[in-house]
């Protein structure tokens, strides 16, 4: 610049002379080759640092490569943006610089082939160590087939599903890699495995505890038919509608299990033959007092035939009607029990004479 200022000067002050327009131009010339000159020196210099100071930035990445602790390839990655920002200010530095373009563009190749071979191996380890933390949970699945207590059945079950939404996850995470699918698999056949050995253990001991509940209701009801006081029967026919409903809900609870199909056939069969025998029991003593009563009602019309007011026997008559409406409604009562036919037999009999010998008188 200061050699310019001076050419400068010495034009204005021949500007009138125009043999210093030659030299002028001559000097101005020797000037911008000496300038052009001096530049390539200093850029040549500067490229050799500049080239130097970038390789050793990239081989720094590059070197992240030989290790093996996955920190130093995270390290490596979030310098890389760093490295990039720095080739970029070289490439707008040497922009009009040909030799540069060479070697940003042998810079740019190693860093990104760096770059993708750090991702590589975090993607891998990410991988390898996704897959040991779904193994492991899927083995703390398992490890409850080995215990005795239901409890922790129960709770390894609770805990699949859990296991099941972090093995979705993954999926998703590792959805456009092949290999994560071959683990998926894998890992989620164990889990289901597992789970099936683990609901089957709780349904065979739920299976007994429910037999054991079952059996122990029905011979609850079972126990009264050998009372003698009909409350104890009536209770247990209030009973029996109660295991009823509990058979039932068992039913839904095992529905499509052969072997509770066969345990509900036998508790329902013996819960059939109490109920018939409290029901028999009941209807023995009810047959009982109803044949009293309606004896004692036939008698009643019985004794209207020693009457000699005309008066009672047209009462006894309207009342003979009434309990032989009372005689049909037994007759319904206690339709499967044989020894009230011969019962009812020998009421009607005796109405029917009384009636016949009221009306004659």
Do not use: M
């Not at 009462?315 to 019962?343: C, F, M, N, P, R």
């Amino acid at each position: 610049p200061g050699a310019r200022d001076k050419l400068d000067e010495f034009l204005l002050k021949y500007d009138d002379y125009t043999p210093w327009q030659t030299v002028d131009q001559e000097l101005r010339a020797r000037l911008l080759l000496a300038s052009e000159s001096l530049k390539s020196k200093l850029a040549a210099r500067d490229l050799t640092d500049d080239r130097r100071d970038a390789g050793n930035a990239v081989r720094k990445v590059e070197a992240a490569l030989e290790q093996t602790d996955s920190a130093w390839w995270s390290k490596a990655l979030s310098d890389v943006a760093d490295v990039q920002d720095r080739l970029a200010d070289l490439r707008e530095k040497y922009a009009s610089h040909e030799p540069w373009s060479a070697v940003a563009e042998e810079l740019a190749a190693r860093l990104a082939a760096a770059v993708a071979g750090l991702r590589c191996k975090l993607f891998a380890r990410s991988v390898k160590d996704d897959e040991r933390e779904v193994a492991g949970l899927v083995s703390k699945v398992e490890a409850a087939l080995k215990q005795k207590d239901p409890a922790f059945w129960h709770e390894a079950v609770a805990a699949a599903s859990g296991v099941r939404d972090t093995i979705a996850d993954l999926d998703q995470k590792y959805f456009n890699f092949e290999g994560w699918a071959r683990i998926s698999d894998e890992q989620t056949a164990r889990l289901a495995a597992a789970v099936s050995k683990l609901r089957g253990n709780i349904a065979e001991r739920d299976l007994a505890d429910d037999r054991r509940s079952g059996r122990a209701l029905v011979r609850k009801v079972a126990d009264q038919v050998d009372q003698v006081d009909p409350a104890f029967w009536r209770e247990g026919l209030q009973g029996a509608a109660e295991v009823y409903d509990r058979l039932a809900d068992l039913g839904l609870k095992y529905d499509g299990h052969e072997a509770w199909q066969a345990i509900d056939e036998i508790l329902r069969e013996d819960l059939r033959r109490a109920v018939a025998e409290l029901k028999a029991k009941l209807a023995r003593r009810d047959l009982r007092d109803d044949e009293r009563t309606a004896s004692a009602a036939v008698g009643k019309i019985e004794q209207a035939l020693r009457r000699s007011d005309p008066q009672w026997w047209a009462e006894a008559l309207a009342a003979a009607a009434e309990i032989s409406d009372q005689l049909l409604d037994l007759a319904d009562k206690y339709d499967a029990v044989d020894t009230w036919g011969q019962v009812a037999t020998g009421l009607t009999g005796r109405l029917d004479a009384a009636v016949a010998a009221l009306r004659a008188k």
